[in-house]
């Protein structure tokens, strides 16, 4: 299903306009057999199919995401683990079952409350957060003798189980939610900030005096306190009718609103659609690395390749007997038969000897098999009769490359194999140092 409809993207014209010249230019050489606009077409095909069906799984995924943001509760045996918070409770569906009929069964939800704490711990609680009370309240303010900016007054904190309610005297300066009213202060001006902390039927006050400062707005700030006032006022004026008609002027400017949904989900819907264009990308850099391989596999059969040439010449062939001939063996591996194949198709088609050697060294992309293709080119041209030792010598030098590639090799598994070595050192060393450090201790 997917493929077909990439298949049905991609035949628009304008689509295949979009196909990279250097994707065409790998698959020519990955497929040199296969036609090249069929082969581009069944890559884009696949790899969009993959995309597509990606980005449907994250999709999927992304929309439970979405619709079931909440924690389950941990059901063990017969156990259900409350949550740290006596204030949070867990809902959880149940189903209840006799061991001796199994007819009798009952499905119910149950809201388990959090872990009560005792009396002694919630003193204990108070009064820690009257010693810590001044940092999780301060926000970005100096100290309370500065206060400049909102609080932050909430009604529970993190290794708190009480409910926290705030109160400012005189009330005008601080909300109960910490925000600050300083906009009109000429002077500093202290007020009284007492919280109640209550827990079940026990109840904590603790009162602590602030310094609330002349309030310093930027053109920015300033703005933004005259809309909100604005607001507020069309809020009190119209607080009889169904609806706040917002104020389209504040401060000789004309004012246009939208509502500003919860971002949260954009996330999870943007993560699959991210996902999908890397993977899309990604197959191109995965061609790339087949056409790198296939080089690789070309320049490691051109010692062989040049060894079986020269042997054929000497053994009175000629140079396009010897082509003929290596095209039909399978040992010099899939890449480099192809190639040849495709030469002595060429050549069968009508195309000159030296045009088909020059095609062939090109398409090779590699300097090895240009520069054996210019050697027959030269030697038809010329009709040199110093073929062989050329060859001779080519060939010699072919073995003395693979030698240095296979060292070459050689080093790139032992540099692959360090990092395990390291591993293993460092768990070496973990074991032993360990027991050791502790028995020392003891």
């Given at each position: 299903?997917?493929?077909?409809?990439?298949?049905?993207?991609?035949?628009?014209?304008?689509?295949?306009?979009?196909?990279?010249?250097?994707?065409?230019?790998?698959?020519?050489?990955?497929?040199?057999?296969?036609?090249?606009?069929?082969?581009?077409?069944?890559?884009?095909?696949?790899?969009?199919?993959?995309?597509?069906?990606?980005?449907?799984?994250?999709?999927?995924f992304a929309?439970?995401?979405?619709?079931?943001e909440?924690?389950?509760?941990?059901?063990?045996?017969?156990?259900?683990?409350?949550?740290?918070?006596?204030?949070?409770?867990?809902?959880?569906?149940?189903?209840?079952?006799?061991?001796?009929?199994?007819?009798?069964?009952?499905?119910f939800?149950?809201?388990?409350?959090?872990?009560a704490?005792?009396?002694?711990?919630?003193?204990?609680?108070?009064?820690q957060?009257?010693?810590?009370?001044?940092?999780l309240?301060?926000?970005?303010?100096?100290?309370l003798?500065?206060?400049?900016t909102?609080?932050?007054?909430?009604?529970?904190?993190?290794?708190?189980p009480?409910?926290?309610?705030?109160?400012?005297?005189?009330?005008?300066?601080?909300?109960?939610?910490?925000?600050?009213?300083?906009?009109?202060?000429?002077?500093k001006?202290?007020?009284?900030?007492?919280?109640?902390?209550?827990?079940?039927?026990?109840?904590?006050?603790y009162?602590?005096?602030?310094g609330?400062?002349?309030?310093?707005?930027?053109?920015?700030?300033?703005?933004?306190?005259?809309?909100?006032?604005?607001?507020?006022?069309?809020?009190?004026?119209?607080?009889?009718?169904?609806a706040?008609?917002l104020p389209e002027?504040?401060?000789?400017e004309t004012i246009?609103?939208?509502?500003?949904?919860?971002?949260?989900?954009?996330?999870?819907?943007?993560?699959?659609a991210?996902?999908?264009?890397?993977?899309?990308?990604?197959?191109?850099?995965?061609l790339?690395?087949?056409?790198l391989?296939?080089?690789?596999?070309?320049?490691?059969?051109?010692?062989?390749?040049?060894?079986?040439?020269?042997?054929?010449?000497?053994a009175?062939?000629?140079?396009r007997?010897?082509?003929?001939?290596?095209?039909e063996?399978?040992?010099?591996?899939?890449?480099?038969?192809?190639e040849?194949?495709?030469?002595?198709?060429?050549?069968?088609?009508?195309?000159s000897?030296?045009?088909a050697?020059?095609?062939?060294?090109?398409?090779?992309?590699?300097?090895?098999?240009?520069?054996?293709?210019?050697?027959?080119?030269?030697?038809m041209?010329?009709?040199t009769?110093?073929l062989?030792?050329?060859?001779?010598?080519?060939?010699?030098?072919?073995?003395?490359?693979?030698?240095?590639?296979?060292?070459?090799?050689?080093?790139?598994?032992?540099?692959?194999?360090?990092?395990?070595?390291?591993?293993q050192?460092?768990?070496?060393?973990v074991?032993?140092?360990?027991?050791?450090?502790l028995?020392?201790q003891?």
């Amino acid at each position: 299903m997917f493929e077909k409809a990439a298949e049905t993207i991609l035949s628009h014209p304008r689509v295949k306009k979009l196909f990279s010249e250097k994707v065409r230019t790998q698959l020519k050489f990955l497929y040199p057999l296969q036609e090249e606009s069929q082969l581009c077409k069944t890559f884009y095909k696949k790899k969009l199919a993959l995309a597509v069906k990606i980005f449907l799984v994250g999709l999927f995924f992304a929309g439970i995401l979405i619709y079931n943001e909440k924690e389950e509760p941990l059901l063990q045996g017969n156990q259900i683990y409350r949550d740290a918070n006596i204030s949070k409770s867990r809902e959880v569906r149940l189903r209840a079952k006799s061991a001796s009929e199994k007819e009798k069964v009952y499905d119910f939800s149950y809201a388990v409350g959090g872990k009560a704490c005792t009396p002694e711990e919630i003193e204990q609680k108070a009064e820690q957060f009257e010693k810590e009370c001044e940092t999780l309240i301060l926000g970005e303010n100096e100290s309370l003798e500065q206060i400049k900016t909102s609080l932050v007054l909430k009604e529970s904190y993190e290794g708190y189980p009480m409910v926290f309610s705030w109160t400012c005297n005189p009330y005008a300066l601080i909300d109960e939610d910490g925000t600050v009213h300083n906009g009109d202060l000429e002077q500093k001006e202290y007020a009284m900030l007492t919280v109640c902390m209550s827990y079940e039927e026990t109840e904590y006050e603790y009162s602590f005096p602030v310094g609330v400062c002349p309030g310093e707005l930027t053109p920015s700030q300033t703005w933004e306190k005259e809309v909100l006032q604005a607001v507020k006022q069309a809020d009190e004026e119209q607080k009889y009718t169904g609806a706040l008609i917002l104020p389209e002027e504040v401060a000789g400017e004309t004012i246009t609103y939208s509502e500003q949904g919860n971002g949260g989900s954009l996330y999870y819907l943007l993560f699959p659609a991210v996902t999908a264009v890397l993977v899309f990308f990604a197959k191109d850099r995965d061609l790339k690395k087949l056409s790198l391989l296939r080089r690789r596999q070309m320049e490691l059969k051109y010692p062989e390749f040049v060894s079986k040439f020269q042997l054929l010449l000497g053994a009175g062939m000629t140079v396009r007997g010897v082509l003929f001939r290596l095209s039909e063996d399978h040992s010099l591996g899939e890449e480099l038969g192809q190639e040849l194949q495709l030469l002595v198709r060429d050549i069968k088609n009508g195309l000159s000897g030296k045009d088909a050697l020059d095609r062939f060294g090109k398409r090779s992309q590699n300097p090895l098999y240009m520069r054996f293709s210019a050697l027959l080119i030269q030697n038809m041209k010329k009709g040199t009769s110093d073929l062989l030792p050329m060859l001779e010598k080519e060939s010699a030098e072919a073995f003395l490359l693979r030698k240095n590639h296979a060292k070459q090799l050689g080093e790139e598994a032992g540099t692959k194999l360090l990092g395990p070595m390291i591993i293993q050192l460092l768990i070496v060393m973990v074991v032993i140092i360990v027991p050791a450090f502790l028995s020392f201790q003891l």
